[in-house]
């Protein structure tokens, strides 16, 4: 009976402590449906037009925090270093590279990312704010 009423104590005391902050691994509306593949569709509120260059895409696996793409030149991966239902913020960020004829639209790309620290999904569009809660990127679904 005493190992009954320990195990009980343990799991009620695991249930509160998880339960009591939200972890990187909270499994929310926004962390699940943010697992699927976006593609740029603003930067810095100026639209990124297809027809001219490749278009940044991120596409996000959450369950492991990470995430990979490419910045319009080069492919990118990393680990998603804090991810809840508002908040993202990216590990450090690596990739090839490659010589690009547009590499400025990736570098400013690149500082963007480094830059984020909020999210927001609606109606099938990512929004990713920087620490002043601008928006700074914004992406469609893609799958």
Known sequence: ?????????????FSCVYKKGKTMTDKTENTIILNDMWVIQTMQGKPLLANTMKRPVLEFKSAVLKFNGNDSCNNIFGAIERLTESELKFGMIAGTKMM???????????????????????????????IEKRQILRYKKVD
Do not use: G, W
């Not at 990312?113 to 990512?126: D, F, G, Q, S, T």
């Open 100 to 130: 690009c004829p547009e590499i400025k639209v990736a570098n400013t790309y690149l500082k963007l990312l480094a830059e984020v620290r909020y999210y927001k999904i609606k109606n099938m569009e990512l929004m990713l704010f920087d």
């Open 1 to 13: 009976m005493k190992n009954i009423i320990v195990l009980l104590s343990s799991i009620v005391l």
